[in-house]
């Protein structure tokens, strides 16, 4: 658990896709180690249930989740590891149940502005707030039981074209409970996406 002033956060029992950017280099997709611009990415961040704390990412989506009040982040990826059968595929790789909320805006730009390698500022430089959420709920599976969000599903939903990180996938009580109760009785892997970064990580 990360220490500062968190507040208690309750939400609609609704969920928001997060979109991720994962690693080619594992058959464990986990988050790829550095940004755009080089700089470490952080989060979402499966030893402290964090997300948007240590990594200013997502902001805008992350503000919209809480001004929503959604209970819920699923963490996606097109997925381009090292299982053959799975690439290309969408697939829902995690889920967090939003506890706490906590505006690190001041914590993300100082962040920076210790910085003078000239990194990218903070997508939430310009935005009045910034949010970050914790959870005791926070939980990574193994690829082969992901949920796959596939284009005949998204149409028996009523959502129109291909997933895109353009788009932004909101899912209702109904939607949210078929992927949060697929994931019952699987087993979370935390720990093996723990084991992945550190093989990846150089040095």
């Not at 961040?45 to 997502?58: H, I, K, P, R």
């Not at 019952?184 to 990580?201: C, F, M, V």
Request: with cysteine.
């Amino acid at each position: 658990m990360i220490i500062g002033n968190w507040q208690d956060y309750r939400g609609k029992e609704e969920g928001v896709l997060i979109h991720l950017s994962t690693t080619r280099l594992h058959a464990w997709p986990v988050r790829e180690a550095v940004d755009s611009s080089g700089e470490p990415l952080l989060d979402p961040s499966y030893e402290t249930g964090t997300f948007g704390f240590l990594n200013c990412m997502e902001a805008r989506a992350r503000l919209a989740a809480m001004k929503g009040r959604r209970r819920y982040f699923l963490f996606g990826t097109r997925y381009q590891g090292l299982i053959e059968t799975l690439r290309g595929r969408f697939l829902i790789i995690g889920s967090m149940r939003l506890d706490q909320v906590l505006d690190v805006r001041k914590r993300h730009v100082h962040k920076w502005m210790e910085k003078e390698n000239g990194t990218h500022p903070p997508e939430c430089m310009d935005m009045e707030e910034c949010c970050a959420f914790q959870s005791a709920e926070m939980n990574f599976y193994a690829p082969e039981d992901a949920f796959e969000l596939s284009e005949d599903l998204m149409k028996k939903w009523g959502y129109k074209g291909k997933i895109t990180k353009q788009m932004k996938l909101t899912f209702s009580e109904d939607k949210l409970s078929v992927i949060l109760e697929h994931f019952q009785g699987k087993t979370a892997r935390n720990a093996d996406y723990l084991a992945a970064l550190r093989e990846l990580s150089p040095g």
